[in-house]
T-cell receptor, first 114, second 109 residues
Framework: DTGVSQNPRHKITKRGQNVTFRCDPI?????LYWYRQTLGQGPEFLTY????????KSRLLSDRFSAERPKGSFSTLEIQRTEQGDSAMYLC????????????FGSGTRLTVV | GQQVMQIPQYQHVQEGEDFTTYCNSSTTLSNIQWYKQRPGGHPVFLIQ?????EVKKQKRLTFQFGEAKKNSSLHITATQTTDVGTYFCNSGNTGKLIFGQGTTLQVKP
């Protein structure tokens, strides 16, 4: 494995359109996390999975956001009816389970909503 | 995850000067992890501290975990321009890490 892979690297979309991002974690990592980051802020937690189970979703996340990890490997994050406020860097990370393992982040998908 | 407070938020230093950032918690932490994010990059895991009073070094970087496991520090000796970025500390007992704003370091050459 070369690390966590995210696609696409950049996405420009018109307001109201749906977008989907993909994350391929390190294969032996069964935990996968999604974060959102805007300029000057730290990464904001969105949701995380252990294998295919979504264990937690941020209460700040609107119903327009949904994430899946159907086979416990790659994950997708979908944003429906995008708004300008959704413009941000979306980061995916993976780790082994438990608090004593560091996260490996992907390079992120930068979303611009116009 | 357990949230920690980090200070300072920003630090500007002259190249060659030392730099320290501090993390503090009101509760005892199970562990502390440090990450670095370069401008335009993504967070990169640096190190984890678990034991009370633990000190670890990575070249010019020295990481400490307090005796009471309520605080931690990262000290950089003789900063270089390659040290520029935002440093985050985190702790998590279950589930996910919560990131604060970190400490953004600027180094003037």
């Amino acid at each position: 494995d070369t690390g966590v892979s995210q696609n696409p690297r950049h996405k420009i979309t018109k307001r109201g359109q749906n977008v989907t991002f993909r994350c391929d974690p390190i294969s032996e990592h069964n935990r996968l996390y999604w974060y959102r980051q805007t300029l000057g802020q730290g990464p904001e937690f969105l949701t995380y999975f252990q294998n295919e189970a979504q264990l937690e979703k941020s209460r700040l996340l609107s119903d327009r956001f949904s994430a899946e990890r159907p086979k416990g490997s790659f994950s997708t994050l979908e944003i429906q009816r995008t708004e300008q406020g959704d413009s941000a860097m979306y980061l995916c990370a993976s780790s082994l389970p438990g608090q004593y393992y560091g996260y490996t982040f992907g390079s992120g998908t930068r979303l611009t909503v116009v | 995850g357990q949230q920690v407070m980090q200070i300072p938020q920003y630090q500007h230093v002259q190249e060659g000067e030392d730099f320290t950032t501090y993390c503090n918690s009101s509760t005892t932490l199970s562990n502390i992890q440090w990450y670095k994010q370069r401008p335009g990059g993504h967070p990169v895991f640096l190190i984890q501290l678990v034991k009370s009073g633990e000190v670890k070094k990575q070249k010019r970087l020295t990481f400490q975990f307090g005796e009471a496991k309520k605080n931690s520090s990262l000290h950089i000796t003789a900063t270089q321009t390659t040290d520029v970025g935002t440093y985050f500390c985190n702790s998590g007992n279950t589930g996910k890490l919560i990131f604060g704003q970190g400490t953004t370091l600027q180094v003037k050459p």
